[in-house]
């Protein structure tokens, strides 16, 4: 009997070649995929499958897919490996902040069809027209000696401020972030820790974690409706400021079962949760399910990476790493996060603005939802989702925007108090998304770096006594819900147990500090990068001031 097509052997520069023709090719338990079909299908969204193009998923498809679907996965396989496979670079991450050899690349806005400037061919092929993934963006390459993370500004030598100039007067050096502490490692010691770490996740699987425990959630749904009872209670009898407290406490409650929903940490059936997670977050919180997925699903896939992960770019108000000082190309945004002037006069006071920022979250996350849903962003599977969550939206701004803040309060001062306390009691819950990453390393030290080592470099824990879990939700487990994104929240505490054992066994730090330390963390981190941006600042007003540039002394 002759073999199968599927069990075709392929060598790397076979795999290479398709990746540079620009195919999908994931590579699952050593079998190749080829998901090109499947990008604009997929319910996380293509970019999840983009940033693994080239690399060996297997450790993240199983965190995120049961065994049913992985099984599913191989209708698109198209040959086997013989051997290991040593990840590449995915072609959606060799834009304009990380190019092939000694080129860099420019958004050119001209509206002219795309040439290929550069000696690379690999680049050109990737980009090709015929070949383009809808999320990657044409470019013009440009050969030029600066830095491989170069941005648009750093090309515009016209104009003054943005050219790198060397002074006689020493200023403070700009340096990046702290890097992790873990010490360098070998292929074998990886490979050791990787196998390790599915050994854990089979053990966690034998003690019934992955299992949910409904009734946790009977007690939640419980606390809710005492919480927006008390909050109708105080709004009939005129209590508006104090019904806003609740209101703004019934949100902050409910967002983390519709995290459970949207990971599929409930019942772990796709349609089920999704439903659970679409009806709580547009209907009850008028957020979108489909916005969340899209850009949650890619910071756990390249967590606190400056280029990728829009859990971290949030110019021009904040920047955690000096990466966001060169104006990097966001591959989620498919657009330039420029380091503009706003930026560079506000950056340098963010560990100030940190708190106050975080108190107006909610309203950009309205903004985003509302922009996924009526510009269509959504995957073409499954499509009365996005019609469902547009009902959603209209279900919560009739609730929420008629009955209570026009019908139900008397006078526009009372109204506009009602959303800003509201939307402000909220503010601890946008610390805790932004609590575990903020300070941790934004800088990769191999692409191929394990999952789990990738998720414990990144992120930190909160420790907190067990009666408080309710009040975390579970997100005090970041760490935890990283490495095990769909277990059930209630059993991450004992998860976490598991790990603490694990970590000193394998030789790596799993960082977990108290709630205050964790806060004054993130404030050295943004005090940190905030000093370097005003320096860097000031170095740019002394050359001006100074007018060396002029006169050829910076040459």
Not at 118 to 133: A, E, K, P, Q, W
Not at 266 to 278: F, K, Q, R, S, V
Not at 337 to 344: D, E, G, L, S, T
């Amino acid at each position: 009997m002759a073999p199968s097509k599927r069990d075709t052997v392929l060598c790397p520069v076979e795999i290479n070649q398709l990746i540079d023709d620009g195919h999908a090719i994931v590579i699952l338990d050593r079998k190749v995929l080829k998901l090109d079909s499947w990008l604009q299908y997929h319910p996380g969204g293509d970019k999840c499958i983009l940033h693994m193009v080239g690399r060996d998923a297997s450790d993240e498809i199983v965190a995120f897919h049961p065994a049913d679907v992985r099984k599913q996965m191989l209708r698109y396989q198209i040959g086997v490996l013989a051997k290991r496979w040593e990840n590449v670079l995915p072609p959606l991450q060799r834009g304009p902040n990380q190019p092939v050899e000694e080129t860099i690349e420019i958004e050119i806005d001209d509206g002219s069809e795309t040439e290929s400037l550069s000696s690379s061919t690999n680049l050109s092929d990737i980009f090709d027209t015929d070949h383009l993934s809808p999320g990657l963006t044409r470019r013009r390459t440009r050969t030029g000696s600066v830095s491989s993370r170069s941005s648009v500004s750093d090309m515009e030598t016209s104009t003054p401020e943005k050219i790198d100039l060397q002074i006689d007067d020493k200023l403070p050096e700009i340096t990046s972030e702290t890097t992790d502490s873990t010490a360098p490692m070998d292929q074998e010691k990886l490979d050791e820790i990787a196998d390790s770490f599915r050994t854990l996740i089979a053990k966690l699987e034998d003690r019934g974690l992955y299992n949910c425990n409904y009734w946790a959630y009977m007690s939640d749904i419980a606390r809710l409706t005492v919480i927006f009872s008390t909050m109708l209670f105080f709004l009939h009898n005129g209590w508006y400021v104090t019904s806003s407290i609740f209101m703004g406490g019934f949100w902050h409650q409910m967002v983390f079962i519709a995290h459970d929903a949207g990971h599929k940490g409930i019942t772990h059936n796709y349609h089920i949760d999704t439903l659970i997670g679409m009806t709580i977050g547009n209907h009850l919180g008028g957020l979108s399910m489909g916005w969340w997925k899209r850009s949650h699903n890619i910071h756990h896939i390249v967590t606190n990476d400056p280029a990728h992960d829009e859990g971290i770019q949030h110019l021009p108000f904040m920047a955690v790493s000096t990466e966001f000082f060169k104006s990097l190309y966001s591959t989620y945004h498919d657009r330039v996060m420029a380091y503009n002037a706003f930026a560079q006069f506000v950056v340098p006071y963010q560990k100030y603005l940190y708190y106050p920022l975080l108190c107006f979250g909610r309203f950009n996350l309205y903004v985003l939802s509302l922009e996924f849903i009526f510009m269509d962003k959504g995957p073409k599977s499954n499509r009365w989702h996005r019609f469902y969550e547009l009902s959603g939206q209209v279900f919560f701004w009739f609730w929420f925007g008629y009955l209570i803040m026009w019908c139900s309060i008397p006078t526009w001062t009372q109204r506009i108090l009602f959303l800003m306390i509201s939307h402000m009691v909220t503010m601890p819950l946008h610390v805790q998304f932004t609590l575990s990453h903020f300070a941790m390393s934004t800088i990769t030290p191999s692409r191929n770096e394990p999952w789990a080592l990738q998720q414990l470099r990144t992120t930190m824990d909160v420790d907190c006594p067990a009666w408080l879990d309710w009040m975390h939700g579970g997100l005090q487990f970041q760490t935890i819900h990283h490495l095990f994104p769909t277990m059930p929240r209630h059993n991450l505490r004992q998860a976490s147990e598991e790990v603490k054992v694990w970590s000193k066994e394998v030789g790596v730090k799993y960082e977990v500090y108290g709630f205050v330390e964790c806060n004054g963390k993130v404030l050295s981190r943004l005090e940190e990068v905030g000093r370097q941006a005003r320096y860097m600042r000031e170095c740019q007003e002394r050359v001006l001031n100074d007018g060396d540039f002029l006169r050829g002394h910076w040459e």
